[in-house]
Every structure is written in structure tokens, then in C-alpha cells.
């Protein structure tokens, strides 16, 4: 299949499939024989799966009622929504302001934006957002300068001094017991009049590429700095909110309280919404207006999120979900023990893992990479190809355990041929 040449180079996919039909786990590929089962959730969207019947009945019972678009005006499932998502999160805030949106680099500026307008309330040099070195926020030009900067970084190099980095805490460099130091080094490396006008920070909560988690000292050294000098502590939650983790959202794992968390993926099931939690009186320091999305809770957008929080409330959910967490990180951990080269910087939690390639030539885990996600199609699996020496793994979170099973199986046949001639 060729690349569709009416598209922008930047939308080239670095595996070029043409997906046809969808079923639970399973999708059909035009030119393979065999139903394919997709180990990506469509870059973690497709949380419950293809062609789920709930989430069918919902979006045509809302799509009959003629309505697909409203703008800012209300709707009975826009209250509908809200409401549930309100309860989703309980446990995390007390009285919290929302703020729903179309894609998850929206949501991130929107962050932006909240965090300078609660330093600016504090002082007019609050002014600088802390991010963390190689986390991956969007792609436009605020979500990128908190990230890598892209093209940005390089055209508006002054605009990049608002945005200071800390070093990331790979987990094959800092031990658990290391992570406040760690941190505190890396914040004390930063001029004083930088460090003294940092408002808020950002975090992703895992290494997106390589689904690498923070020793939970060094985020609760975050959390302290937050606390002592007043400012806003935020967690990107795009790839690892609505229990991709295992937890509803993945910085319950580092036992921190977050005053505004980011969202999207998987909580539209495959639709298009994402949006911003957060404590009112930050969420309040917007604007009237400034904050106005075209397509924020748009009624399918909603219907769609209203199912994935019914499916995740039931009881039946957190059963398989917790069985299915526990197959995956066993296959995924007992995969890594065995080669050599996966074992030092490979990653699993929850319902997301990475196989990262480490050899002592970065190019030559590339291309292992690479070949292993072409040899997983061709047997029958869909992974994610980061275009580094990381395969991404992120399966429907309502997979079975017999395609689980399925899909280690191949990965360690593809892997042991690899062993041979290495």
C-alpha cells in the first residue's frame, strides 16, 4: 500500500497499514489473511476494544436525537458527562472545575496557560514552567517547548528559557533511594533567578517512548518543592489516565496530590476528547472566554466518555482489568529476564511495557526495533513502532488472556531468532 500522497510529509506513518475492520482486540489489515490483533489501542485510544457493542448503542441513541455539534451551549449528555467524570475522580478532588477538549497537545496548552495564570496571580515574575528532559506534551508550539522544543526551540531560543528541564531519572541511572537527591541536583543547577520564578510543573507521568516510570522519591521531592514555594504541581495524564496503569490514573502510583491533571486517549474510547481536572481556584484564574474550544463536549464526544467511565465503574471491569495486568506484566517481565539485550531498560505498568533494544551502538537497537515490529505483523500482532529502539506495547485493556498468551508467544519466538544470530 502506498502512502496516501495528498497528506503532508509530516503525517507519513512509520508503518504503513491500511486498517479495514475492527473486532475486541482484533482489527483486519488489507493484504493479511488473518485477523491481526493490535497491541496498540490505536496509540492507546482504543481502550475497550473494536466494535464495542455499549459504546455502539450509545453513540446512536445520541446521534438519533440529530445533534452532533453545540458548541459551548448546553446538552443533556454534556451535564450527563460531567457529572460522571466528576464522580470518576472523587477520590482525587474534593470540588473540582473541568475543562473538556478535542486532543491531548490542547489540553496541555490549556495547562500552560492555567499554570502562568496562577503565578501571575502570585507575581509577575512567576512566570517560567518547569518540565522534565525528554517528556513529550504535544506538538504545538507551547506543548513542544515544554517537551523538546522541536522546531521552536531552535527559532524562538528565547522563548525556551521559560521553560526550564530537569534530567529525566532513568531507573538504570537513579535508584529508588536516589530520587530526592537526584532531583534537588538538578534543580540547584538551574540559575537562582530561573529557579525563583518557576510558577508550576509539568509532568508526564511515565516516559512516553519507553513507558519509563520515576523512583517515586524523586516525584515526591517534586511535590515538596511544589508545596514550599506555593506553586502548581501538574501530571500529563494523556497515555496513562483511565487505568492504563493499573491505577484510574497513573500518579496514584507515586502517592502525590496533583492540583491539576491533563487527560485524554483512552478516555473517549476512540473519539476525540481530552481536557483538564483540577482544583477550582486554579482552574477559576481563567478568563471568562479564554478558555472556549469549538468542539468541547460535543454531544458524541460525551456519549463516548459516559460509556468508558459506565464500563470502568462495573465491578467485572476492575475483575478482568486486574487479571489482565497481572498476565501482562508477568509475560511482559519474564520476556526481558530472558534476553539480555531487553533487560536493563525495559519497561511494564499495567497495560503498558516497552521491549527497549539496548546495545552498545544506539543505531543497532533502531533497527532491531524496527525489524522486530515488522516480524510481529507478519505473525499476526500489531505493535507500536517508536521509530527508537523502543516497541511500545499497549493492548485493549479488555484483551482476553488467550490473545495475551498469544501475543508472548510470538514475541518470544521473534525474540530467541533474534538471539541466534546476535
Request: aromatic share 10%.
Amino acid at each position: 500500500m502506498k502512502t496516501n500522497n495528498l497528506l503532508s510529509k509530516g503525517l507519513a506513518p512509520n508503518l504503513n497499514v491500511e486498517w479495514v475492520s475492527g473486532k475486541d482486540e482484533f482489527i483486519k489489515i488489507k493484504g493479511h489473511e488473518q485477523e491481526i490483533i493490535d497491541f496498540t489501542s490505536g496509540i492507546l485510544v482504543n481502550c475497550l476494544g473494536y466494535n464495542n457493542q455499549l459504546l455502539k448503542n450509545n453513540l446512536n441513541n445520541t446521534i438519533s436525537k440529530g445533534i452532533l455539534h453545540s458548541y459551548h451551549y448546553q446538552t443533556e449528555i454534556k451535564e450527563s458527562y460531567l457529572n460522571s467524570l466528576k464522580e470518576f475522580t472523587s477520590e482525587i478532588f474534593d470540588d473540582p472545575k473541568f475543562y473538556l477538549t478535542s486532543s491531548g497537545t490542547e489540553a496541555t496548552e490549556t495547562c500552560l496557560k492555567l499554570i502562568l495564570r496562577s503565578g501571575l496571580n502570585h507575581s509577575e515574575e512567576r512566570n517560567k514552567i518547569l518540565t522534565i528532559e525528554g517528556n513529550y506534551h504535544g506538538r504545538t508550539m507551547g506543548a513542544a517547548l515544554m517537551g523538546n522544543g522541536n522546531i521552536y526551540k531552535n527559532i524562538y531560543s528565547e522563548l525556551n528559557d521559560y521553560f526550564p528541564k530537569v534530567n529525566f531519572p532513568y531507573m538504570w541511572e537513579v535508584e529508588e533511594k536516589d530520587g530526592e537527591t537526584f532531583f534537588l541536583q538538578q534543580l540547584n543547577a538551574i540559575p537562582k533567578a530561573i529557579r525563583d520564578s518557576i510558577c508550576g510543573i509539568l509532568i508526564e507521568t511515565y516516559q512516553g517512548w519507553g513507558a519509563c516510570s520515576y523512583p517515586m522519591s524523586f516525584i515526591k521531592a517534586i511535590e515538596k518543592f511544589c508545596l514550599e514555594e506555593k506553586i502548581v504541581l501538574a501530571f500529563d495524564e494523556m497515555q496513562a489516565g483511565f487505568y492504563r496503569t493499573g491505577k484510574k490514573f497513573g500518579f496514584q502510583h507515586y502517592d502525590v496530590n496533583p492540583d491539576l491533571i491533563c487527560i485524554g486517549k483512552g478516555m473517549g474510547a476512540g473519539l476525540p476528547l481530552s481536557g483538564i481536572i483540577g482544583k477550582n481556584e486554579i482552574m477559576d484564574l481563567a478568563l471568562e472566554g479564554e478558555l472556549s474550544s469549538t468542539h468541547s463536549c460535543n454531544p458524541i464526544s460525551c456519549a463516548a466518555g459516559n460509556t468508558v467511565i459506565e464500563v470502568m465503574q462495573s465491578s467485572e471491569f476492575k475483575s478482568n482489568l486486574k487479571s489482565n495486568v497481572n498476565l501482562f506484566n508477568f509475560r511482559g517481565k519474564a520476556l526481558i529476564e530472558k534476553f539480555s539485550f531487553l533487560r536493563k531498560k525495559s519497561n511494564f505498568i499495567g497495560m503498558v511495557g516497552a521491549l527497549v533494544f539496548d546495545f552498545k551502538e544506539n543505531k543497532k537497537g533502531v533497527e532491531m526495533a524496527n525489524r522486530f515490529c515488522d516480524e510481529a505483523l507478519k505473525s499476526g500482532v500489531l505493535v507500536i513502532k517508536t521509530g527508537r529502539e523502543a516497541v511500545k506495547l499497549s493492548p485493549s485493556l479488555l484483551i482476553k488472556e488467550v490473545s495475551v498468551n498469544k501475543v508472548f508467544d510470538i514475541f518470544e519466538k521473534i525474540l530467541n531468532k533474534f538471539n541466534e544470530i546476535l
